[in-house]
């Protein structure tokens, strides 16, 4: 259970923070708790560390992906190989 009036948090309300921090949805006191929480929960400062290296590759991926026409053109190619 949690203590919702303590400064103190599980680490699934730690990590429940962390998620709405992510998406800029925290509150001042969620991200002080948050925070304090990270001080003495090292499986929380992991799950904290992984949640933004998510969220730096979702929003700047850096994927460059092929147009459509060598896509069909590599399509086709396979296509005669196979029936060799």
């Not at 001042?28 to 590759?57: D, G, M, P, Q």
């Not at 026409?69 to 196979?82: G, H, S, T």
Request: charged share 30%; aromatic share 10%.
């Amino acid at each position: 259970m949690s203590n919702k009036k303590g400064i103190f948090v599980e680490c699934a309300d730690a990590n429940h923070f962390c998620d709405k921090n992510q998406y800029k949805e925290a509150t001042f006191w969620e991200k002080v708790k948050l925070n304090i929480h990270l001080i003495y929960c090292r499986a929380c400062r992991k799950y904290s560390v992984t949640n933004s290296k998510l969220t730096k590759l979702v929003k700047d991926p850096k994927v460059i992906s092929i147009n459509a026409y060598d896509k069909n053109a590599m399509k086709e190619r396979l296509k005669q190989k196979m029936n060799e």
